[in-house]
Each structure stands twice: as C-alpha cells, then as structure tokens.
C-alpha cells in the first residue's frame, strides 16, 4: 500500500492551494484519513481529520480555511487550503487507517510528505 500526496508549492499570502493524497496497492478498505503538517523545528501536528462517512474535523489553527474531502472510489482525499498565512508553510503528510483484506486489521499508512511554503 502507498499513499502519494501532491499539489504542494510556493503561494502568497492570502492564496490558496489544494494537495491530493492518492493510495493505491492492495486495499479493501480505507477508514479515517488525515492530513498533518510539520514545519521546521517543531513537532507534527494534526491539521485534520475526515471519516469514510465525510464527517471532518479539524485544529483551531486552520478551521475556517482549510477544507478536507474525499473521494472513496478513487482512495484519494483533498485538502483544499484557502487564506494561507505565512505560519501554513509546513510539509504537508497525509495518513490513513488502510484495511488491505477482507477480515484484516486496518494499518496506518504515510504518504511522502508535499511541502507548502507561505510568502508574506
């Protein structure tokens, strides 16, 4: 199973960016899917959350601008980021609870990580 995250790059102040998060290998399942930032020298945080039944949650930080989705026949969720502050810059990762079998246990899997820089 691979998770690959995309749309990340360089954006001014007040714009606005949508990242993609594909998995894709062997999967029966997909439950929760998450997306989390880590910006230099501080730990990751979780930006949000989005269950298989679209219910979303997100961090104080970003509610009100950030936008999670998803798309279950394609296994690809969405973080649409609109009035991005020079504080958003950050590598973006997204996560998800993967079942590869009928039965199984689900995994947690790890996307690659896109970076997203902030101009002021």
């Known amino acids: 199973v691979q998770l690959q995250a995309s749309g990340?790059?360089?954006?001014?102040?007040?714009?606005?960016?949508?990242?993609?998060?594909?998995?894709?290998?062997?999967?029966?399942?997909?439950?929760?899917?998450?997306?989390?930032?880590?910006?230099?020298?501080?730990?990751?945080?979780?930006?949000?959350?989005?269950?298989r039944s679209g219910i979303t949650n997100y961090a104080h930080s970003v509610k009100g601008r950030f936008t999670i989705s998803r798309d279950n026949a394609k296994n690809t969720t969405y973080l649409q980021m609109n009035s991005l502050k020079p504080e958003d810059t950050a590598v973006y990762y997204c996560s998800a609870e993967i079942q590869s079998d009928s039965g199984g246990y689900y995994a947690r899997h790890w996307g690659q990580g896109t970076q997203v820089t902030v101009s002021s």
């Open 8 to 51: 990340g790059g360089l954006v001014q102040a007040g714009g606005s960016l949508r990242l993609s998060c594909a998995a894709s290998g062997s999967i029966f399942s997909i439950n929760e899917m998450d997306w989390y930032r880590q910006a230099p020298g501080k730990q990751r945080e979780l930006v949000g959350v989005i269950t």
